[in-house]
């Protein structure tokens, strides 16, 4: 069974920095893309960064500059190290990959179960 497992997520101080972790484990044959997205309580998941496997990045504009999203192909692993940190960044982290199983005929749109990232003094 393949899986997503997230970690590096916990409490920070405004303008501190907390780098996440998400690798893929399992039959894995190849991975595309890979991306976060989060979700602050009361509101929808929301896209924050994508890389592909080449490695074009993308950002929402609110995160530009502070994030970067980064990959380790022979890890299956991908990153996302957040500086300058903000209270409004503060999420439940979640990874998202596009993965093609060893056998399989097509990419499959995989979820990790969330990182808690909580900004606040």
């Known amino acids: 069974q393949v899986q997503l497992v997230e970690s590096g997520g916990g409490l920070v101080q405004p303008g501190g920095s907390l780098r996440l972790s998400c690798a893929a484990s399992?039959?894995?044959?190849?991975?595309?893309?890979m991306r976060w997205y989060r979700q602050a309580p009361g509101k929808e998941r929301d896209f924050v960064a994508r890389?592909?496997?080449?490695?074009?990045?993308y950002y929402v504009d609110s995160v530009k500059g502070r994030f970067t999203i980064s990959r380790d192909n022979a890890k299956n692993t991908v990153y996302l190290q957040m500086n300058s940190l903000k209270p409004e960044d503060t999420a439940v982290y979640y990874c998202?990959?596009?993965?093609?199983?060893?056998?399989?005929?097509?990419?499959?749109?995989?979820w990790g179960q969330g990182t808690q990232v909580t900004v606040s003094s």
């Open positions: 998202n990959a596009d993965v093609l199983y060893t056998g399989g005929v097509s990419y499959r749109d995989l």
């Open positions: 399992g039959s894995i044959f190849s991975i595309g893309s």
């Open positions: 890389i592909r496997t080449g490695g074009t990045v």
